[in-house]
């Protein structure tokens, strides 16, 4: 494996040029969010200055460039995760709204009280918060993967919970924004899909590793792995048009039925699909 060449990269980094107490900036809040390369830069500045305008609100030149810029991107970023269809991918504010929608949107839609949850010990308050509230608004019941002594995921308790007949969700992150576990997402997906769990990854904290991921054949064929995956955006060092993609795979008439029965429905007909 070749080294990093450090310099050349730095240079691709324009505001890594800024003096901060007369010494070169040193960044590392990248969990909040990424510094764009020259080429985003460009593209944006390209954007702005020659067909800014609103996407699918216009039959006019610069609204039907703007529109047919932001559909190839959905198109794009549904071939690298080789969705089904563009459709599937939806463009969002940021992971935590994602989860939100998945769990106020799918979960109000296809859940009932005394439905199962499963999550795991680890999770960001962004895959926990949206499901306490899931809970406390219709009675589904939450429980937690047990934990090894090296924190890892304790798969024979995932094993256990999702043998219930009740449960219709494991979510669970990729990585853990805390520890920096990776946990061994293929094998929770395999284990949740044999007693027919859907399973949800809070992919934020694993970014950096999407390209390896893809591979190794999971998030490149994650249309027959997993029904919902959230992407933060900003952190892939891209600008497109959102923070965070929530990809909702292998769903066919599932976003349908979301949007005619959900609480989100005119967000997602005015500004989220749009």
Do not use: C
């Not at 094998?187 to 044999?194: D, F, L, R, T």
């Amino acid at each position: 494996m070749s080294s990093l060449d450090v310099e050349t990269i730095r240079k691709d980094f324009p505001i890594l040029s800024t003096k901060v107490h007369d010494k070169p900036l040193v960044y590392l809040d990248n969990a909040a969010t990424t510094q764009k390369p020259k080429s985003v830069i460009e593209l944006m500045n390209e954007y702005m200055y020659n067909y800014n305008a609103n996407v699918h609100r216009g039959i006019h030149l610069l609204s039907e460039k703007s529109t047919e810029g932001y559909e190839n991107a959905r198109i794009k970023i549904a071939n690298f995760f080789n969705a089904s269809r563009p459709e599937e991918i939806i463009f969002t504010k940021g992971t935590t709204e994602s989860i939100n929608l998945v769990a106020h949107a799918w979960g109000r839609k296809f859940m009932e009280e005394g439905d199962v949850i499963i999550l795991s010990e680890m999770e960001h308050h962004s895959n926990l918060i949206p499901w306490q509230l899931l809970a406390k608004n219709i009675g589904v019941e939450l429980k937690f993967i047990e934990l090894n002594e090296d924190a890892s995921l304790n798969l024979e308790s995932l094993r256990e919970l999702v043998s219930d007949n009740r449960t219709k969700l494991v979510a669970v992150s990729h990585a853990s924004n805390v520890l920096g576990n990776l946990n061994p997402v293929k094998e929770i997906i395999e284990i949740a899909h044999s007693e027919n769990v859907l399973v949800l990854l809070d992919n934020i904290a694993a970014n950096s590793l999407l390209a390896s991921i893809a591979a190794n054949d999971l998030l490149a064929n994650i249309a027959e792995n997993s029904r919902f995956a959230s992407i933060a955006a900003n952190d892939l060092l891209d600008n497109i048009a959102a923070n965070s993609l929530l990809a909702s795979i292998a769903a066919n008439d599932l976003l349908v039925n979301i949007a005619a029965n959900s609480l989100f429905a005119s967000i997602a007909a005015n500004d989220l699909l749009a």
